[in-house]
C-alpha cells in the first residue's frame, strides 16, 4: 500500500495526465463547450507555470505576465492571419513568437536587474500596461480594438489521411483538448527537467541569497535573465494557444492587469515554487471562473430559483466575494500554499534552527 | 578572464594584495593595505573590531571595489577582459534597439501599412527584393495603389495624401506611373528627362499633372526629409542607447563576485549566508555549477555529458560533504542544520567550487571550545589539500596555533605582519588590542 502511495506521489503527474487523456472517451461534455472551458483552464495552466519560473523559483515579484501571453498570441496572429502576407504554418509560428517573446523578455529584464520585489513589480507592472496600450494603438498592426482574427486553427492546409487537420480542429473542441493537454505535459516535463538541473538550482539560489550565489561564482545577471526568458517564452507558448483556440487574439484588454494578477494569485495560492501547487492553483481559481461558476448559474436557472433575474441570486454575482474570502482564508492558514514546495515549507513554518 | 598564465608558485604569491584601500565617503575603512598570501599557508588576518578585516575580504572577493590600489590573484588582476565578444554582442543589441526606435520614430503604422499590408491589396508577392523597395518607397515618399471599399486608390506611400480613385486596376496603374514620372522628374530638377520606366503609359492624353498640385509635387519630390531624418536619429540614438547600455551591464560585472569566484577564490561570510532553504547537498551543488556542461537545452534534454557532469557533481559534493563531516546530513534543510555545522557546511560549498584560495570570516564565532578545535582540525586538513587559507578570526587560540603569517589591522592601517610569534610579542599590536599608554 506504502509503495503504491509512494509511486503515484513521485510520479503524480503521469497519472493525472493519464486520467485527463482518458476523460474525452468517457465524459461526452468534454467535446462540447466544457470542452472548450477545461482547454482554456490547460492554456492557464501553462502560463501559470512559466511565471512561477520567476515568482516561485527566482523570487522576482512578475505583476506583468499577460503581456507577454498577450504578446505571444499577437505575433502568432500577425504571422497567421489572412491579412497579412506571412500567412506561415502554426507551429513555424508558434516558434517564432517563443523566440520574439523570450527576446522582448530579455529585453525588459536586462535594465531591470538590480531591482528586486516592490520595486521590479512596479516595472513588470507599467510594462504590462505599456504593452497593452500599444497593441491597442498600433492599429495598422494589431488591429486595434477589433484584435486580429480570423487565426487558423493549428494544422489548416494539411491533410492526414484525406481530412484537413485545420478543419478538424475547428470542428471538435478535443482537437484542442489534446493539444493544449500535451503542451501542459510538455511544459510540466521541461519544468520537472529543469528544477533538478543546475539551471533551477542557480535559480533558487539567487532568490535565497544572491550575493552567496555570486560568490560561489553563479552570475546573477545571467541566472535573473534566463528566468526571465524562460518565464516569457512559456507564456508566449500560452498566448499562442489562446489565440489558436479563440481563433482570434481577442481586443488587447483581454491581456490586462487583472489577468496578470488572477495567474499571480494562481500562483501563491497553489504554493510558490511548486509545480503540482500551481496546477492545483489554477485549477481552483480559473476552474472557479471558468467551469463552476457558468455551471452554477445555469443550475440556478434551471431550478428556477431566481426568476426575477437579480444578481444577488446569481452565482456570477457573488463569484468575486467568495474568491476573496476563500484566498484570505488560505494566506491566513495556510501561507506557503496548498501544495508547497518542500523548500518553502520550511521557511514559513519557522523550525530553522 | 585572464587566467591564461600558470603562476610559477616560488616568485609569487597567490594573492597579492598590494596598496589597497577602499573609502567609503569620508570615511577609510582599509587604508594602503599590503598583503601576500604565499600558496599552500594559513594567514590569519586579526585586529580589534571594525578594524576593516572583513571591507578587506570584501574587496578581495569582489564584493567591492577597492578605491585605489590592486589585488592580483597567481598575478593576474580579477576583471573581465573587453574581448570582441562583447564587442560584437553591444553591436548587435544596438542594432536591434536600434531598428526598433527608428521604426517607432518613423511612425511603425504608416510604416507597417506601406511595407506590409499594402502588397496585399494589389497581389504584390511578399518577398525580400518588395519589401526593399516599398521600404525605400516609402523613405522617398513615392506613390502607390491602394484598395478602399473596392476602388483603387493612388496614394502617397504613407497613405496620408489620396490623389485619385479610379474603378480599375489597370487604370490606377497607368495614372500611377505618370504622376510617379512627374514626381521624379520635379525631384531630378528641371531639364532633365526622366527615366524611361517613369515614362510607362505616359502617352495617354490625360492631364496627370492637374491631380496632383504644386505644392504636393514639391513636397512629394523633396521626399520625406524629415521622416527620413527622423529613422536614421532613431537608428542613431537607439543604437547607441543599446550599445552602451550593454557595455554598462558588461562593465558593471566586470569584477563582481563571481567573476572573483571562478578565477579560484572562494569565501564564507561573517553572518552565515547559506541557501538555507535548499538541502545541504543542494547548497554544496551551486558551489559546483560550473563544473556540470550544457545550457539549457543540454539540461532539458539530458544530454549526456550533462547526466554525467551531474553525476560527478553529486560524487564530489557527498566527497566535499564526507571532508566536512556532514555527509549524514546531505538531504536535511540547510537552515536547519545547528549553527556549527551551518558553519561547516558553508566551507564545504566554498570548497565544492573548486577555489584555490578559500576566505574564512570568523569560522569559528559562536563556537564552542571543543568544536573550536575540531574547526581548527578543519581548516589544517583544508590546507593539506593543497587550498590556501586566508582567516579573519577573534579566537586567538585558534590563530596564534594554526597560522603560518598573521596580519594585524587596526583602523585600516596594517601595523604587524609574521610569524605569530612575532606578532604577539609585537608592542603595536598589544596596544591595539589593550589600548595605548595614557
Request: include cysteine.
Amino acid at each position: 500500500m506504502g509503495t503504491v502511495w509512494g509511486w503515484v506521489s513521485d510520479r503524480w503527474e503521469v497519472v493525472v495526465l493519464a486520467v485527463l487523456a482518458v476523460a474525452p472517451l468517457v465524459i461526452p461534455a468534454l467535446g462540447g463547450a466544457l470542452g472548450g472551458q477545461v482547454t482554456t483552464l490547460f492554456i492557464y495552466c501553462i502560463l501559470a507555470l512559466g511565471l512561477n519560473v520567476m515568482v516561485g523559483y527566482t523570487g522576482l515579484l512578475h505583476l506583468g505576465i499577460a503581456a507577454f501571453f498577450g504578446i505571444g498570441a499577437y505575433v502568432l496572429a500577425i504571422l497567421t492571419v489572412p491579412t497579412f502576407p506571412f500567412q506561415i504554418g502554426w507551429l513555424a509560428a508558434a516558434a517564432v513568437s517563443i523566440a520574439v517573446t523570450a527576446g522582448i523578455g530579455l529585453a525588459l529584464g536586462a535594465p531591470t536587474l538590480r531591482l528586486r520585489g516592490d520595486y521590479l513589480a512596479i516595472v513588470t507592472l507599467g510594462f504590462g500596461e505599456v504593452a497593452k496600450v500599444t497593441l491597442r494603438n498600433l492599429e495598422q498592426v494589431t488591429g486595434g480594438m477589433k484584435g486580429l482574427n480570423p487565426v487558423p486553427p493549428p494544422g489548416a492546409g494539411v491533410t492526414v489521411a484525406g481530412t484537413d487537420l485545420g478543419l478538424a480542429f475547428a470542428v471538435d473542441p478535443r482537437w484542442f483538448y489534446y493539444l493544449t493537454l500535451a503542451s501542459l505535459a510538455g511544459v510540466v516535463w521541461a519544468m520537472r527537467r529543469l528544477e533538478n538541473s543546475r539551471l533551477g538550482r542557480a535559480w533558487v539560489a539567487v532568490r535565497e541569497d544572491e550575493l552567496a550565489a555570486s560568490a560561489m561564482g553563479i552570475s546573477a545577471t545571467r541566472v535573473k535573465l534566463s528566468a526571465f526568458a524562460m518565464s516569457s517564452a512559456v507564456a508566449a507558448l500560452a498566448g499562442c494557444l489562446y489565440a489558436a483556440s479563440l481563433s482570434t487574439t481577442a481586443d488587447p484588454n483581454a491581456y490586462d492587469f487583472n489577468r496578470s494578477i488572477l495567474v499571480l494569485c494562481a500562483v501563491i495560492l497553489g504554493g510558490l515554487g511548486s509545480i503540482p501547487g500551481t496546477l492545483l492553483g489554477v485549477a481552483i481559481l480559473v476552474g472557479f471562473d471558468t467551469v463552476l461558476a457558468p455551471w452554477a448559474d445555469s443550475l440556478i436557472q434551471q431550478l428556477n430559483i431566481n426568476p426575477s433575474g437579480s444578481s444577488l441570486l446569481s452565482f456570477s454575482g457573488w463569484r468575486l466575494a467568495i474568491f476573496g474570502i476563500a484566498l484570505v482564508l488560505v494566506m491566513r492558514y495556510r501561507p506557503e500554499g496548498l501544495i508547497p514546495s518542500r523548500r518553502l515549507a520550511a521557511e514559513l513554518h519557522g523550525d530553522q534552527r | 578572464m585572464k587566467r591564461d598564465r600558470p603562476a610559477s608558485a616560488t616568485d609569487i604569491p597567490l594573492l597579492d594584495i598590494d596598496r589597497m584601500s577602499m573609502r567609503f565617503g569620508g570615511l577609510i575603512a582599509v587604508s594602503d593595505l599590503d598583503l601576500d598570501v604565499p600558496e599552500g599557508n594559513i594567514v590569519s588576518l586579526i585586529g580589534p573590531n571594525g578594524a576593516g578585516k572583513t571591507t578587506a575580504f570584501n574587496c578581495v572577493s569582489g564584493i567591492y571595489s577597492p578605491t585605489s590600489g590592486s589585488v592580483r590573484f597567481e598575478g593576474h588582476r580579477l576583471t573581465q577582459s573587453f574581448g570582441p565578444g562583447v564587442f560584437w554582442t553591444a553591436l548587435a543589441i544596438g542594432l536591434v534597439v536600434g531598428l526598433f526606435t527608428a521604426a517607432a520614430a518613423v511612425d511603425v503604422d504608416r510604416l507597417w501599412l506601406a511595407v506590409v499590408k499594402r502588397g496585399m491589396a494589389i497581389d504584390e508577392p511578399f518577398t525580400l527584393e518588395t519589401v526593399r523597395r516599398r521600404l525605400r518607397g516609402y523613405f522617398r515618399a513615392e506613390l502607390a495603389i491602394d484598395q478602399m471599399a473596392g476602388k483603387w486608390r493612388v496614394v502617397s506611400a504613407d497613405g496620408r495624401d489620396v490623389l485619385a480613385i479610379r474603378r480599375d486596376l489597370a487604370d490606377a496603374r497607368s495614372l500611377r506611373n505618370q504622376l510617379q514620372a512627374a514626381v521624379t522628374a520635379r525631384r531630378a530638377g528641371p531639364g532633365t528627362i526622366p527615366d524611361a520606366t517613369d515614362m510607362a503609359g505616359a502617352a495617354s492624353p490625360s492631364q496627370p499633372q492637374a491631380l496632383i498640385s504644386d505644392d504636393l509635387l514639391d513636397r512629394l519630390a523633396a521626399g520625406k526629409a524629415r521622416v527620413r531624418f527622423r529613422g536614421w536619429a532613431g537608428l542613431l540614438a537607439g543604437g547607441l542607447l543599446g550599445a552602451a547600455g550593454t557595455i554598462a551591464i558588461w562593465r558593471r560585472g566586470r569584477r563582481s563576485p563571481h567573476v572573483v569566484a571562478r578565477a579560484g577564490i572562494s569565501r564564507t561570510f561573517q553572518n552565515i549566508r547559506l541557501f538555507s532553504n535548499m538541502t545541504v547537498l543542494e547548497n554544496v551543488l551551486v558551489g559546483l555549477d560550473r563544473a556540470i556542461p550544457g545550457g539549457a537545452l543540454a539540461m532539458l534534454f539530458r544530454t549526456p555529458a550533462n547526466r554525467r557532469g551531474e553525476e560527478e557533481a553529486r560524487a564530489r559534493a557527498v566527497e566535499a560533504l564526507q571532508f566536512v563531516g556532514l555527509a549524514e546530513a546531505a538531504n536535511r534543510i540547510a537552515g536547519q542544520l545547528p549553527y556549527g555545522d551551518q558553519r561547516r557546511l558553508e566551507i564545504a560549498r566554498a570548497l565544492a567550487t573548486g577555489a584555490r584560495l578559500i576566505l574564512l570570516d570568523e569560522p569559528a564565532a559562536g563556537m564552542n571550545p571543543t568544536e573550536t578545535t575540531e574547526l581548527a582540525q578543519l581548516i589544517r586538513s583544508i590546507r593539506d589539500r593543497g587550498v590556501t587559507v586566508l582567516l579573519i578570526e577573534h579566537h586567538m587560540n585558534m590563530v596564534m596555533r594554526i597560522s603560518d603569517r598573521v596580519a594585524v589591522l587596526d583602523h585600516g592601517v596594517k601595523i604587524a605582519d609574521g610569524t605569530p610569534a612575532d606578532v604577539k610579542r609585537n608592542r603595536r599590536v598589544i596596544e591595539a588590542y589593550l589600548g595605548g599608554e595614557a
